[in-house]
């Protein structure tokens, strides 16, 4: 049984910096594809960055360069480090895997979701 634990959310101010971790227990092999999604509040849920145990991060055109998905996948931890952060980037957000190696930000593409860490931003 595949569980995810999202962390390290909270609320900052314009600019500032978040870093959100994701634990992963029941994961028993490399090849899942991990990805980092956000719904802001009134809106749909939306793929931030997304990581494959042997490739370079893929991300949303809004991330501007302000964010960074890592893995380490020995201890299966999921990281985004954000900086930069504006009032937009407000919202739920949510760690993902899918068992299958395949680049997607498509939210429907992810059987498996944690419970999602709050991060605010204020201006």
């Known amino acids: 049984q595949v569980q995810l634990v999202e962390s390290g959310g909270g609320s900052v101010q314009a600019g500032g910096s978040l870093r959100l971790s994701c634990v992963a227990s029941?994961?028993?092999?490399?090849?899942?594809?991990w990805g980092w999604f956000r719904q802001p509040p009134g809106k749909e849920r939306e793929g931030v960055a997304s990581?494959?145990?042997?490739?370079?991060?893929h991300y949303a055109d809004f991330v501007k360069d302000r964010f960074i998905i890592s893995l380490d996948d020995s201890k299966r931890i999921l990281y985004l480090h954000m900086k930069n952060l504006e009032p937009d980037d407000t919202g739920m957000y949510y760690c993902?895997?899918?068992?299958?190696?395949?680049?997607?930000?498509?939210?429907?593409?992810?059987?498996?979701w944690g419970q999602g860490t709050q991060v605010t931003v204020s201006s």
């Open positions: 993902a895997l899918k068992p299958t190696f395949g680049i997607s930000l498509r939210p429907t593409d992810f059987p498996y």
């Open positions: 029941g994961v028993t092999y490399r090849g899942y594809y």
């Open positions: 990581i494959g145990s042997y490739g370079a991060g």
